[in-house]
């Protein structure tokens, strides 16, 4: 069962990444509305109202997709901003020290969060990113603190694991 359900998932992860880009095309930045990005893109996960009178509208596909996007709304209700969070330029502003909630800005909800017995007090943020055809995660580990210790894009092990 296992062996026919990781592949379905990433089937439709990668047909959720692929939906996502043609939603974001029809959408055009300082002419579409807020009712559109949420025609095309569903009801946010979360919402942050600013004192401005903006908004941020938050669509993860974390876990099982590979994008996380975020719509900046203006005062005016029109679209300021719609960025795919999960880009090379955001993983290299993860810098040791940096707080877990200025990385949850940064990144958008992580996949997965992992601690290790060898490592106690430590904690890692994974997310699930597509280069091109291969599947990576991208880890943030956190001192007991919550400051990054290290940021690491490796591999994803479900794309190595023999029969997986």
């Known amino acids: 069962m296992r062996r026919l359900l990781i592949p379905l998932l990433l089937s439709v992860a ?3 990444s692929a939906c996502d880009t043609e939603r974001a095309a029809r959408l055009e930045e300082g002419v579409s509305t807020e009712a559109d990005v949420r025609a095309q893109f569903g009801e946010p996960v979360q919402v942050t109202e600013r004192a401005d009178g903006s908004k941020l509208l938050a669509y993860p596909r974390q876990p099982e997709g590979w994008t996380n996007y975020q719509a900046e709304i203006g005062a005016d209700g029109k679209l300021t901003a719609l960025r795919q969070l999960l880009t090379e ?4 502003k993860v810098q040791p020290g940096m707080p877990q909630a200025a990385v949850g ?3 958008g909800r ?3 969060e992992l601690r290790y017995a060898t490592k106690p007090g430590e904690t890692v943020w994974r997310w699930h990113v597509q280069r091109g055809q291969d599947k990576k995660v991208f880890d ?4 007991a603190n919550g400051q990054v210790l ?3 894009l490796g591999d994803d092990e479900r794309q190595t694991q023999p029969g997986g």
């Open 14 to 16: 990668a047909l959720l």
């Open 105 to 107: 800005q940064l990144l």
């Open 110 to 112: 992580h996949a997965r």
């Open 150 to 152: 290290q940021a690491t």
């Open 89 to 92: 330029a955001n993983f290299a």
């Open 140 to 143: 943030v580990a956190f001192d």
